[in-house]
């Protein structure tokens, strides 16, 4: 299997770093292939703009998605943008690692969802007319491949269990597992978090690759989070609600699970 | 009143950046002070990092909290990051704004909330006991101030309603209004939200500006999303967990709300 890591922590000396390293070894031990975009050691440019799309007009208005897309088609886009690509359709599994910094991951990391997932390539892919909404949240470019978040918090569990003053890990994660991942097609796999990084002595950090290698050992056999696909009946198009016979009385992130 | 403007799209000659010269002058007619962190056009530096922290030893192993607090404490935050605090401290009232990408805020701005939010500054604020979780959640340095979200989403309203299939807006905005506004003392309005932005003419345009317009007019008078705060008696501490007497039965983003 080829496994692409795409890795957020700006100190290698750091537990995030150590995890890292031994995910690595884990998988290559297993005889995976594995790919690292070590994103502060690549000096990853995170924001999004007119650079990222080459051969443009002078002084021309600049569009998030329109360039994208012109840039996407013409084989115009900025090489690193390419190379990550690349890599995506290499790869059989993909693992983001990254602190949880205010809920979400890490800026660096957000940028490389914003360039890597060109228009064409993560977004605006496929037909839109009245029986589909393009080939996503479920289907896409990158469909049959799986995804798996690495997750470390400061915070207790507690402070993120369902009555938790952070709100559920599950729910902050959403919008990374079922609008970045699942929305050009990886099926997602429950993520591995570890709380309360403040308080890992040797002990618990023994604990944890124990637990973190059994999910790496079962990457091809964990059953994925059963988010429910967009073009399958469930949603009316182009409204994308939940038909009213789907998930009755419920609303919010948890209907759009099977 | 003060008002700082935290601003994040690369085209000026966008939507956004209409909305944002429209922002600017409705508050001037009206009397207020108006600053803007225009994050593109000041190549905001997005990653935080050991950079952001002066006089390190060399070689020292970064720690992004520790660091940031020894650098907050001692007067030695990069220049940058000291400047966006001071705006902060001199503003009444926060507006950020920018387009949802991939169902959060931009990197640029993203970047501009780690690194500005220090330890001691943002959190890591207050006592630590038995009876107190540091000064966040309705207490903290930004505490008494207001905060608004002008956000635009190119999909429509009805793909971020209840049972729509992103998610609901309101869900998706959580983590930025509790987690990164709530959490330092701020009072956060109701946000501004424009959909479907590929289809906006002049009449549509006219009708955003004159509702974003009568938002702006009433930003000292808007009733602020009711979160519950942290050390008011609705927590236990320090699993800072509901009360089983509050919100019975309710769990997940919306408990949170009183």
Chains 1, 2 share one sequence.
């Not at 692409?4 to 390293?21: C, F, I, M, Q, T």
């Not at 402070?159 to 959403?174: E, K, Q, S, T």
């Not at 950090?205 to 469930?234: K, Y």
């Not at 609600?241 to 209907?255: C, K, Y």
Request: charged share 20%; net charge negative; aromatic share 12%.
């Amino acid at each position: 299997m080829n496994v692409l890591l795409v890795y957020a922590h700006p100190e290698p000396r750091s537990l995030n770093g150590s995890l890292k390293d031994f995910t690595i070894k884990r998988l290559q031990a297993a005889g995976h292939a594995v790919q690292v975009s070590d994103l502060y050691a690549m000096n990853w440019k995170a924001p999004l703009d007119a650079d990222d799309s080459l051969g443009r007009a002078d002084n021309s208005r600049f569009d998030p998605s329109l360039d994208s897309k012109r840039a996407f088609e013409e084989g115009l886009q900025s090489a690193d943008i390419a190379r990550e690509q690349e890599k995506l359709l290499w790869a059989d599994t993909l693992l983001l690692q990254f602190p949880l910094w205010w809920f979400s991951m890490p800026a660096i990391l957000k940028g490389w969802v914003e360039r890597v997932y060109a228009y064409g390539f993560a977004y605006g892919v496929g037909e839109h007319s009245d029986a589909r909404w393009g080939d996503r949240y479920g289907e896409g470019t990158l469909a049959g491949k799986r995804a798996m978040l690495i997750v470390s918090a400061g915070g207790w569990e507690s402070h993120y269990g369902p009555r938790g003053i952070n709100g559920p890990m599950d729910d902050l994660l959403f919008p990374i597992h079922h609008g970045i991942l699942y929305y050009p097609g990886f099926d997602v796999l429950p993520p591995f978090v570890i709380y309360r990084t403040g308080r890992i002595d040797e002990a618990r950090f023994a604990r944890i690759c124990e637990e973190l290698g059994q999910r790496l050992d079962q990457l091809q056999q964990t059953a994925p989070i059963a988010f429910r696909p967009q073009n399958a009946g469930a949603y009316r198009i182009p409204e994308l609600t939940l038909h009213p016979d789907v998930a009755t009385d419920q609303q919010g992130f948890a209907a759009h699970l099977m």
